[in-house]
Nanobody, 124 residues
Framework: QVQLAESGGGSVRAGTPLRLSCAAS????????VGWFRQAPGKEREFVAA????????HFADPVKGRFTVSRDNARNTVYLQMNSLKPEDTAVYYC?????????????????WGQGTQVTVSS
C-alpha cells in the first residue's frame, strides 16, 4: 500500500508560480509512475501530467504544456508539480496518484493509489 499526501496548494494571483508536493509513505515512490490530476467545480476530473516509473519522461495535458513540470526527489520520497504562469482556469482541487503503469494515468486516467487533494485557487 502507498499512502499519498499532497500539500502546497493555496490562493494566488494569475502568473504566480506554485509548487505542489506529493509525499509518499508505505512504499518507495520511485517504483511507481506518478500522475497529477485536477477537478474544477462542476467538472470532471482531468489528467494534468505524469512522470514515468524509474525515469524522467513526463506526459503533459495540452492545457499545461510549457507551464507545468513534474520532478522527483527520491531522497524525500516525494514528487512535485511545479506550476508556472498560472491562470484562473487552473483553479481546481489537485490530486496526485500512483500507478504501476504510466499509461494507466495519462490514457485511462485511473490509478492504484490516490491522495486526498489540495485546493489551488488562481485569481485574475
Amino acid at each position: 500500500q502507498v499512502q499519498l499526501a499532497e500539500s502546497g496548494g493555496g490562493s494566488v494571483r494569475a502568473g504566480t508560480p506554485l509548487r505542489l508536493s506529493c509525499a509518499a509513505s508505505g512504499r518507495t515512490l520511485s517504483s511507481y509512475a506518478v500522475g497529477w490530476f485536477r477537478q474544477a467545480p462542476g467538472k470532471e476530473r482531468e489528467f494534468v501530467a505524469a512522470i514515468i516509473r524509474g525515469g524522467t519522461f513526463i506526459h503533459f495535458a495540452d492545457p499545461v504544456k510549457g507551464r507545468f513540470t513534474v520532478s522527483r526527489d527520491n531522497a524525500r520520497n516525494t514528487v512535485y508539480l511545479q506550476m508556472n504562469s498560472l491562470k484562473p482556469e487552473d483553479t481546481a482541487v489537485y490530486y496526485c496518484a500512483a500507478s504501476n503503469q504510466s499509461v494507466q494515468l495519462y490514457r485511462d486516467q485511473t490509478a492504484d493509489y490516490w491522495g486526498q487533494g489540495t485546493q489551488v485557487t488562481v485569481s485574475s
